[in-house]
């Protein structure tokens, strides 16, 4: 089969290798449509920490925003499983520590990440091996676009939770890429009033495009009451700039990852006696989204720029917008193309 290999910073490969066997507990999937973000395109550059802490390693198969139709199932995998449609959880838990039985398996200290760490194997080539404890099934009224869509909008909608929003409550949304978007979607399908901030026009349009008219630069920020911040900005100063906006009480709830420290000062959030949250992956949220995707009050498909074939994914990492791509945030990889 063709899957798509990182060899090494800045190198990226198709190659021909041998098509994943569905081990004991494992299903394989062929994979539908794959989304490419900020975590592979770090792991791309060489920038990505798991590279620098040993936790992640060359070469490496990404892709952990997917989607797909099981095809073989492993010894022990109940039988329903063949032929749905599924995509699955990024985060694979030891399945014996402490965190994985409370179900807190994203932050377990052993786990793997598809395509990501300890060398899963990512989802950017025609088949994946996943745990069927991992999977989670598609409604059919879910296309490939939004099934490869659900692992960022759980953690979108983790960072939603987090903001704690009351009926009528104000969200600001600190950034336009995927995740604050999302975050946007989400939040306003459970009633608050969304406001964004983006960084120029461009970003700006799609978000009023998707009906959210409070859509602000920096500059043009009207000075409003903010119940919550929701820093989804890849921004370092950004963070600190949610803490500086949030009111008295509110919530300020970090979901975006910048490429330097990115500090606060917790005298501010002592002082104005905020609560802060942080959010680091999509697991417990994914079945939330694909709810709030099969009800139809989020569609996110706009958020989708461009689908390419896997020939042009090591050009998407290197950050090349593919001919005739709109205006989202979100290149997608076909890899039967
Ligand atoms: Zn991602
Ligand atoms: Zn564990």
Same mark, same amino acid.
């Given at each position: 089969?063709? $899957?798509?290999?990182?060899?090494? @910073?800045? #190198? =990226?490969?198709?190659?021909?290798?041998?098509?994943?066997? &569905?081990?004991? /507990?494992?299903?394989?999937?062929?994979?539908?449509?794959?989304?490419?973000?900020?975590?592979?395109?770090?792991?791309?550059?060489?920038?990505?920490?798991?590279?620098?802490?040993?936790?992640?390693?060359?070469?490496?198969?990404?892709?952990?925003?997917?989607?797909?139709?099981?095809?073989?199932?492993?010894?022990?995998?109940?039988?329903?499983?063949?032929?749905?449609?599924?995509?699955?959880?990024?985060?694979?838990?030891?399945?014996?520590?402490?965190?994985?039985?409370?179900?807190?398996?994203?932050?377990?200290?052993?786990?793997?990440?598809?395509?990501?760490?300890?060398?899963?194997?990512?989802?950017? $080539?025609?088949?994946?091996?996943? @745990?069927? #404890? =991992?999977?989670?099934?598609?409604?059919?009224?879910?296309? &490939?676009?939004? /099934?490869?869509?659900?692992?960022?909008?759980?953690?979108a909608l983790r960072a939603v939770r987090g903001a704690a929003l009351q009926p009528g409550d104000r969200l600001l949304v600190l950034?336009?890429?995927?995740?604050?978007?999302?975050v946007a979607l989400l939040a306003r399908a459970r009633g608050a009033e969304v406001h964004l901030i983006?960084?120029?026009?461009?970003?700006?349009?799609?978000?009023?495009?998707?009906?959210f008219a409070g859509?602000?630069?920096?500059?043009?920020l009207p000075s409003l009451q903010w119940d919550a911040v929701v820093d989804a900005?890849?921004?370092?100063?950004?963070?600190?700039?949610a803490?500086?906006l949030v009111r008295p009480a509110g919530r300020v709830v970090?979901?975006?990852?910048?490429?330097?420290?990115?500090?606060?000062?917790?005298?501010?959030?002592?002082?104005k006696d905020v609560t802060a949250v942080?959010?680091?992956?999509?697991?417990?949220?994914?079945?939330?989204?694909?709810?709030?995707?099969?009800?139809?009050s989020?569609?996110?498909?706009?958020?989708?720029?461009?689908?390419?074939?896997?020939?042009?994914?090591?050009?998407?990492?290197?950050?090349?917008?593919?001919?005739?791509?709109?205006?989202?945030?979100?290149?997608?990889?076909?890899?039967?193309?």
């Open positions: 089969m063709r $899957a798509l290999v990182i060899t090494g @910073p800045g #190198r =990226a490969e198709v190659v021909d290798l041998e098509p994943p066997v &569905a081990a004991p /507990g494992q299903v394989v999937v062929e994979v539908e449509r794959v989304g490419v973000c900020g975590t592979d395109v770090e792991l791309f550059t060489g920038e990505m920490s798991y590279l620098h802490s040993g936790h992640a390693w060359y070469p490496l198969r990404p892709g952990h925003e997917w989607c797909g139709v099981v095809t073989a199932l492993g010894d022990g995998v109940g039988p329903g499983w063949l032929g749905r449609r599924v995509t699955g959880d990024t985060m694979l838990g030891c399945g014996r520590c402490r965190f994985c039985g409370d179900g807190l398996h994203h932050v377990c200290p052993d786990r793997a990440e598809i395509g990501i760490r300890r060398g899963f194997p990512g989802a950017l $080539a025609e088949r994946l091996a996943v @745990p069927a #404890r =991992a999977l989670h099934a598609l409604p059919v009224t879910i296309d &490939a676009t939004m /099934g490869a869509l659900v692992e960022p909008g759980g953690s950034g336009t890429g995927t995740i604050g978007l999302l983006g960084r120029d026009e461009p970003t700006l349009r799609l978000a009023r495009g998707l009906g859509a602000w630069t920096r500059a043009s900005s890849n921004a370092a100063d950004l963070p600190a700039l803490l500086d970090y979901v975006g990852l910048a490429g330097s420290p990115s500090r606060i000062d917790t005298r501010d959030l002592a002082f942080g959010v680091l992956s999509g697991s417990a949220g994914l079945a939330g989204t694909i709810e709030a995707y099969a009800d139809g989020v569609d996110a498909r706009p958020l989708v720029a461009a689908t390419v074939g896997l020939d042009d994914a090591a050009g998407v990492l290197a950050g090349s917008r593919p001919a005739g791509a709109g205006p989202g945030p979100k290149i997608h990889i076909d890899p039967r193309r």
